[in-house]
Nanobody
């Protein structure tokens, strides 16, 4: 089994920062692209940031450009999301996503973490 576990969420005031972390574990052979998604109450899940395997390319939602930074550490099978200048509209459950190949197959499958709550409020 492959597992993704997010951590680092919490309650912060507007303008403050948080750093989310996602650790991949299990029967992993390699991890291709990784991404962060979020879902606010009553809204659809949206992609926040994506990073390719060697960190050559990154993509961000327009709403977070200039404020959020995605990075990864392949040796630790982790992806991070540094969130600065947080706004109330950033409040959501943040999910880790990754394309992972297991030790039993060279094909990649998409996996999701359980999510971590980020609340931005005064």
């Amino acid at each position: 089994q492959v597992q993704l576990v997010e951590s680092g969420g919490g309650l912060v005031q507007p303008g403050e920062s948080l750093r989310l972390s996602c650790a991949a574990s299990g029967s992993i052979f390699s991890i291709d692209s990784m991404a962060w998604y979020r879902q606010a109450p009553g809204k659809e899940r949206e992609m926040v940031a994506r990073i390719t395997r060697t960190s050559r390319f990154t993509n961000y939602a327009d709403s977070v450009k200039g404020r959020f930074t995605i990075s990864r550490d392949n040796a630790k099978s982790r992806v991070y999301l540094q969130m600065n200048s947080l706004k109330p509209e950033d409040t959501a459950i943040y999910y880790c996503n990754a394309e992972v190949s297991s030790t039993y197959s060279t094909t990649y499958s998409n996996y999701w973490g359980q999510g971590t709550q980020v609340t931005v409020s005064s």
